[in-house]
């Protein structure tokens, strides 16, 4: 079995954007597929393909895009920040509640405390 170069070791860990923490990242190519799929483990990942009203990045070539990873811990923290969004039909989303929020209504929901 052939050797693999160092960067090809480092692309099975990713950063989490904002505390850095080390994620694993499994990857799945083949030839017969145009696409790679990826799986982070305990964390997310995030493509953006730009945005008009930002001054750092709206490549509009359609072709590329920025990826970022935030781990679970992160999402917890920060969940006040974050939007969950549902889609209803094609054309219509609804903005619903803080991922705090929902996950808040969650853990009421099941009430883990009598397990």
């Known amino acids: 079995m052939p050797k693999s170069s160092e960067n090809e070791r480092k692309r099975n860990k990713v950063q989490c954007i904002r505390c850095e923490k080390e994620l694993d ?11 790679v799929w990826f799986i982070v483990h305990e964390g997310l990942i995030f ?17 590329e895009y920025l990826e970022m990873f935030l781990c679970d811990e992160c999402l917890i923290a920060k969940g006040h920040l974050v939007t969950r969004v549902k889609y209803k039909t094609e054309k219509v989303c609804l903005r619903e509640e ?15 405390t009598n397990d």
Not at 25 to 34: F, K, N, Q, T
Not at 53 to 62: A, L, R
């Open 25 to 35: 990242l499994d990857s799945h190519c083949d030839e017969s597929e145009p696409d």
């Open 47 to 63: 493509r953006a393909r730009g945005n008009y009203g930002s001054t750092q990045y709206d490549p509009m070539n359609g072709y």
């Open 98 to 112: 803080t991922f705090t929020d929902h996950l808040k209504r969650l853990r009421d929901k099941h009430d883990f």
